[in-house]
């Protein structure tokens, strides 16, 4: 089982820029799904974006053009830049991994979240 830890979530203007990290232990990342979710308060965990090493990298349409995926197998880490952000954006952003599901909310391992508040 993977241990995740989320990092770089923090207060923003809108159009700033944050870049957050997922680091892993306890396992390698380069076979796994990597996805980023997020929850608003009041509203349901939603999927931001995924990237596996079948498909590549996959965004939802509110985030399109502005977020960037990447993953360094190296350094067992996975980012999401996240540009010209939007009161909209904010929420508890999470990282999550798995085998077997996709990129959905039945992954199998999760990290605790970052908050990502975009506000002036």
């Known amino acids: 089982q993977l241990q995740l830890v989320e990092s770089g979530g923090g207060l923003v203007q809108p159009g700033g820029s944050l870049r957050l990290s997922c680091a892993a232990s306890?396992?390698?990342?380069?076979?796994?799904?990597l996805g980023w979710f997020r929850q608003a308060p009041g509203k349901e965990r939603e999927r931001v974006s995924c990237?596996?090493?079948?498909?590549?990298?996959d965004y939802d349409d509110s985030v399109k053009g502005r977020f960037t995926v990447s993953r360094d197998n190296a350094k067992n880490t996975v980012y999401l830049q996240m540009n010209s952000l939007k009161p909209e954006d904010t929420g508890v952003y999470y990282c999550?991994?798995?085998?077997?599901?996709?990129?959905?909310?039945?992954?199998?391992?999760w990290g605790k979240g970052t908050l990502v508040t975009v506000s002036s």
């Open positions: 990237i596996s090493n079948s498909a590549g990298a």
């Open positions: 306890g396992g390698t990342l380069d076979y796994y799904d």
């Open positions: 999550a991994a798995g085998f077997t599901a996709g990129c959905t909310l039945g992954m199998e391992d």
